[in-house]
């Protein structure tokens, strides 16, 4: 559950990291190595991604579901302890 959009300041209504389109916060690319970094929706709760690929085609990811947008501080979940509430890791090898 997220915050109403009426109690949000103009920049957590505005916030491109936590809001659709979701701009990456990390985006990097440098030979064949890339890490990106970036928020997603679904009708549950704002989540952020990081996924590594690697030149070899194998790649890590992590999601995280926080308490709040590391950008803009939106509260993005009601009702968790103190920790990220969920982290989901996944690698593949080709």
Known sequence: MTK????????QQ???YCH????AI???SNEGYSE????MEDNISA???FREERPDGSYSAVTINFKYCPMCGRKLVDNVN??????TIEAQKQ
Not at 36 to 39: K, L, V, Y
């Open 14 to 16: 505005n916030c491109t």
């Open 36 to 39: 990106r970094f970036w928020g």
């Open 20 to 23: 659709f389109p979701f701009n």
């Open 47 to 49: 989540y952020f991604a």
């Open 4 to 11: 109403d959009d009426d109690q949000l300041t103009e920049e």
């Open 82 to 87: 103190n920790k990220n509430i969920e982290w």
């Open 26 to 28: 990390l985006d990097i």
